[in-house]
């Protein structure tokens, strides 16, 4: 069986999308799809960069940093050799969303004006196959994704809202990573009855895999530190940072910078802050090493509860752009950062804006936190059950990728 699987390119240095990544990488190792799979990412990672940034090796170095080999999607050829094979995976957070399309749009714009390139398939065609023959599509199963952002003006569209209902009647198998879009699936097929949950790409790591792929994470780890990171804005940097020096004094530790990203990825990084200084697998080291983390960065969260490390998050899904990474389109905000602690029951563990800003509050809830993370047996049922999930429906894609599951024939 010969798989294609297209990834996201990373706009820099995004440790968050290495580990969807490295997801990738150990999903198709732990199912022996290595030899059978050729990997493609959206476009190339120098294309997607900002043009100021293209040149700097050590950036460019940091955000392949994962390891996974990738061909470039968008290079003549390509597109057609992806829909050749036997079977079709879309792996990842965003590549079906509205908001990341109309990103894309824009970038394959600039990329056609560079090469005076005529115009080719539109990024409906590639992400959601509104071009490609009903069989193409039956064979394809998308991992991950999320519609969070989506807006009902988006889904009944002519346009994307059409290509996307299309997409989900026809693909083999979806699975999505979190309730909110598995509920919309259900919606937009008038399927009640198919999970569509699973998890995100993230949730697929697990020590021993890292260990194996990444010579810097194996060996335990001496857990003697706090870290964190704020790579998100909002304002709450330095709440942020207090928190984490003080109950790195309460505890005996160490508080320690984790570099989550450039800033490319992260634009509301300090000046200095957002240059890579790590690979991935360093960072990974980095994180192996927390006590805790305490960041307002999703993937970070996602990540370090993943392996088992207590990770608190303070959010604001107020921003005043036009669309935000972290909660989707102004005055429709829906926080991804909340839907993740509330879907795996985490809420211990999550600081709103309204705690942060009141020093009363604050101080209760780092006093219930500090409790809690203290709970060995707690951090484990929660970790166990992020990355438990996501490795059981990763599962189930493996069985409907070789025709195996039930209800799912072979092709």
């Not at 969070?148 to 994307?160: A, C, Q, R």
Request: hydrophobic share 45%; with cysteine; glycine share 10%.
């Amino acid at each position: 069986m010969s798989l294609s699987i297209l990834v996201a390119t990373p706009p820099g240095y995004n440790p968050g999308m290495s580990a969807v990544e490295t997801g990738l990488r150990l999903f198709l190792r732990r199912h022996r799809l290595e030899s059978s799979a050729t990997v493609y990412r959206v476009h190339s990672i120098e294309d997607r960069v900002p043009s100021k940034e293209r040149t700097d090796t050590a950036l460019l170095d940091a955000a392949a940093s994962s390891g996974l080999a990738c061909r470039d999607f968008s290079q003549p050829g390509e597109r057609e050799r992806f829909l050749a094979a036997d079977r079709i995976l879309y792996w990842g957070d965003f590549l079906h969303m509205a908001q990341y399309l109309r990103a894309l749009q824009g970038i394959d714009s600039r990329l056609r004006d560079a090469a005076k390139a005529a115009a080719g398939p539109s990024i409906n065609d590639d992400l959601l196959m509104s071009g490609t023959p009903d069989p193409v599509l039956a064979r394809t199963c998308s991992f991950g994704t999320t519609l969070l952002f989506n807006t009902i003006e988006d889904e009944s569209s002519p346009g994307y809202g059409a290509a996307l209902r299309r997409f989900i009647a026809g693909a083999r198998r979806l699975w999505v990573r979190d309730v909110i879009s598995a509920g919309k699936l259900a919606r937009l097929s008038g399927d009640y009855r198919t999970g569509f949950w699973g998890g995100d790409c993230a949730q697929a790591i697990d020590r021993d895999g890292l260990a194996s792929l990444y010579p810097s994470c194996a060996g335990t780890a001496t857990a003697d530190v706090v870290g964190w990171f704020v790579g998100r804005g909002g304002g709450s940097r330095d709440v942020i940072g207090d928190v984490a020096l003080r109950w790195a004094t309460a505890l005996g530790l160490q508080r320690h910078w984790l570099p989550w990203g450039s800033r490319s990825a992260f634009p509301a990084l300090a000046a200095g802050e957002g240059h890579p200084t790590t690979s991935f697998p360093s960072l990974l080291r980095r994180l192996l090493e927390c006590r805790m983390v305490v960041t307002d960065t999703y993937h970070l969260g996602v990540v370090a509860w993943t392996l088992g490390i207590p990770a608190v998050m303070f959010f604001n899904p107020f921003s005043p752009a036009a669309q935000s990474v972290n909660s989707g389109r102004n005055g429709y905000w829906r926080d991804k950062r909340e839907v993740f602690y509330s879907q795996y029951d985490i809420l211990d563990f999550l600081i709103r804006p309204e705690e942060a800003a009141d020093a009363a509050a604050l101080a209760a809830r780092e006093a219930r936190i500090l409790a809690k993370a203290g709970d060995d047996a707690l951090v484990h049922a929660i970790s166990q059950g992020v990355r438990g999930h996501a490795q059981a429906a990763s599962a189930d894609l493996a069985m409907a990728l070789a025709g195996d599951r039930a209800g799912v024939p072979a092709a």
